[in-house]
């Protein structure tokens, strides 16, 4: 029973070692590259505040919920369980992509996440934190874009 327990707390976030948290404002600057700034009506500052409530800005998150019912990838914590090859993969992509500190795979997979009806509700986190937040500018101050 102890073994399990200690599994399920290692398996709560694995990192790749040599895996570097970016910073916000990369971060901010690679999503914006990407095309993320407005994409689908929703502002840069969503996405960021996205990136830092779903992974803290580490593009090689791995998160496995408790359940075991899904696994979480990358930047925005990207679920297996319809999004990449462990899964029905709408992205048509490996979970394994979704670790890429350029995150061209990410924001790729984003954009398709956020054209469906949810949108960007699609990321409960999203909603709990950055929906309707009147703070959102934060996640831009003193960026250069």
């Given at each position: 029973m102890k073994a399990s327990v200690v599994l399920?707390?290692?398996?709560?976030?694995?990192?790749?070692?040599?895996?570097?948290?970016?910073g916000r404002c990369?971060?901010?600057?690679r999503l914006h590259r990407g095309g993320l700034s407005n994409?689908?009506?929703?502002?840069?500052?969503?996405?960021?505040?996205?990136?830092?409530?779903?992974s803290k800005?580490?593009?090689a998150a791995v998160y496995e919920n408790l359940r075991g019912s899904y696994t979480g990838f990358g930047l925005f914590q990207i679920r297996d369980t319809d999004w990449c090859d462990r899964g029905k993969n709408l992205c048509h992509m490996s979970c394994s992509a979704l670790l890429k500190p350029d995150l061209?795979?990410?924001?790729?997979?984003?954009?398709?996440?956020?054209?469906?009806?949810?949108?960007?509700?699609?990321?409960?986190?999203?909603?709990?934190?950055?929906?309707?937040?009147?703070?959102?500018?934060?996640?831009?101050?003193?960026?250069?874009?």
């Open positions: 399920s707390l290692i398996g709560y976030l694995v990192v790749p070692s040599g895996a570097a948290i970016l990369v971060v901010a600057r994409f689908e009506g929703y502002s840069l500052e969503n996405w960021v505040c996205l990136a830092y409530f779903e800005f580490n593009p061209k795979k990410t924001i790729e997979c984003a954009k398709i996440i956020v054209k469906r009806k949810q949108g960007m509700g699609a990321w409960p986190s999203w909603t709990l934190n950055c929906q309707n937040s009147d703070t959102l500018a934060r996640w831009l101050d003193g960026c250069k874009l």
